[in-house]
Nanobody, 126 residues
């Protein structure tokens, strides 16, 4: 099965930075895209940034120019560099990946996956 491991959250003062990492593991055949979502206290989970298999990126308006999503050095890892953090960036950050995988080494057909990591808490103090 496919697993996502998110890390890098923490407590930072406004204006500071954090670097989140999402590692995708399993019998991965391909990844269509990886996203970061944010869930602020008492609010729904919203898309923050996405990177697709062609390297194309997109960002939610409030983070444009401050956040950068990129492919990490390790295989199937994505980085979210968050600069100039604001208190409104506070929330639990979840990574999500969509692609295809093989359920086992002997499986004949690929299967799609849409998997989520466990979330990492980002707290920005004013």
């Amino acid at each position: 099965h496919v697993q996502l491991q998110a890390s890098g959250g923490g407590l930072v003062q406004a204006g500071g930075y954090l670097r989140l990492s999402c590692a995708v593991s399993g019998n991965i055949l391909s990844i269509n895209y990886i996203e970061w979502h944010r869930q602020a206290p008492g609010r729904q989970r919203d898309l923050v940034a996405q990177i697709n298999n062609g390297g194309g990126t997109m960002y939610e308006d409030s983070v444009k120019g401050r956040f950068t999503i990129s492919i990490g050095n390790a295989k199937n890892t994505v980085i979210l560099q968050m600069n100039s953090l604001k208190p409104e960036d506070t929330g639990v950050y979840y990574c999500n990946a969509v692609g295809s995988f093989r359920r086992s080494a002997t499986a004949s057909l690929p299967e799609p996956f849409n998997s989520w990591g466990q979330g990492t808490l980002v707290t920005v103090s004013s």
